[in-house]
């Protein structure tokens, strides 16, 4: 009676995690995925020189050079029109899945195609984003990274035939995995899986995503280096309460500077939809903007890692400030719209650093990169809605622990401001302009705390093994429309299997036996298990009814469960 124990695998007791023991077999399979997507990372960091010498310096070489650099004059202009023809062909040509800054992407996959990703992705989203970084793009490398880290984490699960929800922890571990290892950032980049992609807060998923997040910084000392990223001034622990005020103020600032980016990257979205060419034209025409932002501003041209350094150090003149607000802001959000390829984190720190560095000039003096830090860390909690990993993320970019008050300050502000003036962040809202309507707000599933024998339906007609035909018709139409599905009994009341109003229809036209058609081998449900695992059974099993058993003794019958739940009574626990 193998069926008849199906409950008992959950567990007899409940408790507060429904964990099985294959998150053994899943964190194996993620610290794998956090070593490959550690190498990843280091490809495209290296890809990105490579396309940068290329463009910029007519050279072969992968060694870390900016294009801010070049001597090629006005011709700068035709450089990232050139990456942005490549990216156009490669989207129209390869997968159009290419097109966007990473995250929405994955945040897509996960929801609307079951945590699958295309294979090819895991190389057309890392070459386009290195061609377009390359060639100019004002972008960061962590959204491509996490896509294409997603995708080999997507492209495991595929190959063990895992299930959907095992699918989407091992993409979530590959994403994680590449931002630890760019940024040195395990705990952020854990964190960011947590806040964004999983959609739920669960030892299944968390503990998978943190080791592959772990593996990934630790293989990362060996290629790319310790970190922190960015080395900073260490500020005084004890910040006067009026600085803590102008944290406050520095994060309402940065959350109406997100507001602005936000607007603007979907503004430039909205105007490219209306011009009258073929989409695979448009990372072009934004090249062409990135080409003449980067002829008046350089610094504007690729990541800018040296640019953020030197924002958080306070060694930044006037005019680099401006011209970041002004000219990396406006080609950024408008190439963004055009749908080439490329990440938002960097630019969003390197704009945030910008803000700050206007601050310092007027709010109290806290320390050499001070301020540029807390609107770094407020303007990714505001833009992207991930206070903690803004937070987090700061602290590990810099190591700086004393200014963890500061940004926790800072940032909430900046969260609260946005999610007050905005419906969506700028991630969630190209979610839904594809047609799905993303919740960032995690609360209690109910069918997590309420129990089967709260719902089951009470008054059930059971069958008589061993009663004539005409018997078991007539209990059968006593029952009425609201049951369908019979528990067979012996005589000692033991379940023997179950029949269904069809079945009972098909031994009336004599079509079939009753030995033929009874389900003895039934699914069933005990008083005591969850809905949540009941329902999880229903979509292995495919079946919507069953009976309801005591733990005790699984042959003994009471109560009937069906799809519709509120078929009874509800009883208190």
Known sequence: MKQFDRGKKVSNELGDFTTTTRLLKISALALGIGAVSAFVALGLLKSIALFTNIF????????????????????????????????????????????????????????????????KLAILKPVSSAISIGSGGPFGAEGPIIMTGGAFGSMAAQFFRLSSTERKTLLVAGAAGGMSATFASPVAAAMLGAELLLFEWKPRSLIP????????????????????????????????????????????????????????????????????????????????????????????????????ADL??????????????????????????????????????????????VESMFFPNEGVGFWPLISMGAILGGTMRVPFTAVIFALELTHDLNAFLPL????????????????????????????????????????????????????VLTLQHGSNLRGLLQTVNQAGSAQRLFPVIDAKGS????????????????????????????VTAFPDEPLRVVVYRMAETGFTQMPVVERQDSRKVGNYFTRGFATGQSSGP
């Not at 406050?248 to 909205?270: C, H, N, P």
């Not at 209690?444 to 129990?451: C, G, I, S």
């Open 495 to 522: 379940l023997m299997g179950v029949l269904t109003r069809r079945d009972l229809r098909n031994i009336e036209d004599r079509a079939v036996t009753l030995a033929e058609v009874i389900k003895r081998h039934a």
């Open 408 to 459: 926790f300050i800072g940032v909430i502000v900046a969260y609260a401001f946005t999610v007050l003036v905005m419906k969506r962040s700028i991630l969630t809202e190209k979610v839904s302009r594809r047609g799905f309507h993303l919740s960032r707000e995690y609360a209690m599933d109910p069918l997590e705390v309420l129990f089967v024998r709260q719902v089951m339906r009470r008054s």
């Open 56 to 119: 910029f310096y007519q050279r072969i070489g992968v060694d870390g050079v900016q294009p801010a650099g070049h001597h090629l004059g006005p011709l700068v202009i035709v450089v990232p029109i050139i990456g942005g023809l490549i990216i156009g062909l490669m989207a129209r040509y390869g997968s159009e899945r290419i097109r966007g800054h990473g995250i929405p992407e994955a945040i897509e996959a996960i929801l609307l195609n079951g945590s699958r990703v295309e294979p």
């Open 312 to 357: 958080i150090e306070g060694d930044v003149p006037g005019r680099i400030l401006i011209g970041i607000l002004a000219v990396k802001a406006a080609i950024w959000a408008l190439a963004l719209g055009s749908g080439t390829s490329g990440g938002v984190l960097a630019p969003l720190l390197m704009i945030g650093g910008a803000l700050g560095g």
């Open 209 to 308: 995503v943190a080791l592959a997040s772990a593996t990934a910084a630790v293989i990362r000392r060996h290629l790319l280096g310790l970190g922190p990223l960015f080395q900073v001034p260490i500020h005084p622990a004890a910040v006067s309460p009026n600085g803590l005020l102008f944290c406050a103020l520095a994060g309402l600032l940065a959350g109406m500077l997100s507001t602005v980016l936000t607007s603007l990257v979907y503004w430039s979205e909205d105007t490219f939809h209306k011009v009258p060419i073929h989409w695979m034209w448009w990372p072009a025409i934004g090249g062409l903007f990135i080409g003449l932002g980067g002829l008046v501003f350089p610094q504007a041209l690729g990541v800018g890692y040296e640019t953020i």
